[in-house]
């Protein structure tokens, strides 16, 4: 399943939904990331919530690119929150030390909580 990225705005906060495999070269979805990511803070949006429950595989370019939004919205006062990780995905976020760096969530719910506590 080629990669996809869809946008689900709230009133405060937007998920990403992330499904099939982010392999590089696919298509630029690294740039799609940040430009996104850029655009809901430009637009005073600081939760950006990720779901990776449909995702198949997601590589170090996919990596990057959302560690580099994650400090984007750190900078303006937000946080972008992956969840719904699937095991392999969570796995590998954690060996090379991502769970350090997100508040990685089980589940949408668990995630708006942490927003709330950690957004303002």
Not at 94 to 120: H, M, P, R, S, T
């Amino acid at each position: 399943m080629d990669a996809q990225i869809d946008i689900e705005k709230k009133d405060d906060y937007v998920i990403m939904h992330f499904s099939g495999a982010f392999h590089s070269g696919e298509f630029d979805f690294p740039r799609e990331i940040k430009n996104n990511i850029k655009e809901f803070l430009n637009e005073g949006i600081k939760k950006i919530l990720i779901n990776f429950e449909k995702v198949s595989f997601f590589g170090s370019d996919g990596i990057g690119s959302i560690t580099n939004g994650h400090y984007a919205a750190c900078n303006a006062g937000g946080r972008v929150v992956p969840y719904s990780l699937p095991e392999h995905i969570h796995a590998a976020f954690k060996i090379v030390g991502l769970d350090k760096v997100f508040q990685i969530c089980d589940n949408l719910d668990e995630a708006l909580i942490y927003l709330e506590q950690k957004v303002k």
